[in-house]
C-alpha cells in the first residue's frame, strides 16, 4: 500500500502557484483552475489555494495531487469551502470518495492535468490499470463537492 503522502512545494510550484492564484482572482482560470478557500481547522481563518474541479458524470470532485496537504486537512474538519474565480463565489459542502471508488476520477484527472501535476503521481498516468490506481488511492485525497444552497 502506499504511504501517505504531503508533497511540500518546491520553488517551481510556489511560483506556478501564486501565478495561477492571482489569475484565477482576478477571473482568469488557467485551464479550468479556481481558488479554493477553506476555514484553517486551527485559525478558523480562511485559506485559499489553486485547484483543478473535475466533472465525472455530472459531480464534481476535488483532486489533491500533493496528498494529505493542510487543505486536506481543512477540508475534512470543515466539511466544505469555498471555489473563487474573479468575483464569483460558489460555496459547496464536501464528502471524501472512497479509494475504492478513485481510480476512474484519478484516470480522468490525469487524463487533463498530467501536464500540471503528473510528477506527483510517481509514474502513474492516465493509462495506468485501475489495480494500480488502486495501490496508489490511499496517497492522493478525494473531495466530491455538492454547491451548498
Do not use: C
Amino acid at each position: 500500500m502506499t504511504e501517505l503522502r504531503n508533497l511540500k512545494p518546491n520553488k517551481f510550484d510556489r511560483i506556478f502557484n501564486g501565478f495561477a492564484k492571482r489569475l484565477t482572482k482576478i477571473g482568469i482560470g488557467l485551464a479550468g483552475s479556481q481558488n479554493l478557500a477553506v476555514r484553517g481547522r486551527k485559525s478558523g481563518e480562511w485559506r485559499t489555494t489553486p485547484v483543478n474541479p473535475l466533472t465525472l458524470r455530472g459531480e464534481r470532485y476535488l483532486v489533491s495531487p500533493r496528498g494529505h496537504t493542510q487543505w486536506v486537512r481543512n477540508m475534512r474538519a470543515a466539511g466544505g469551502g469555498e471555489l473563487r474565480l474573479g468575483r464569483r463565489v460558489e460555496p459547496f459542502t464536501a464528502v471524501e470518495v472512497e479509494d475504492g471508488a478513485k481510480p476512474e476520477i484519478l484516470r480522468l484527472y490525469l487524463k487533463k492535468w498530467a501536464w500540471e501535476v503528473g510528477r506527483f503521481f510517481d509514474g502513474v498516468d492516465a493509462r495506468s490499470s485501475d489495480e494500480k490506481l488502486l495501490e496508489i488511492a490511499p496517497g492522493f485525497p478525494v473531495f466530491r463537492i455538492s454547491a451548498r444552497g
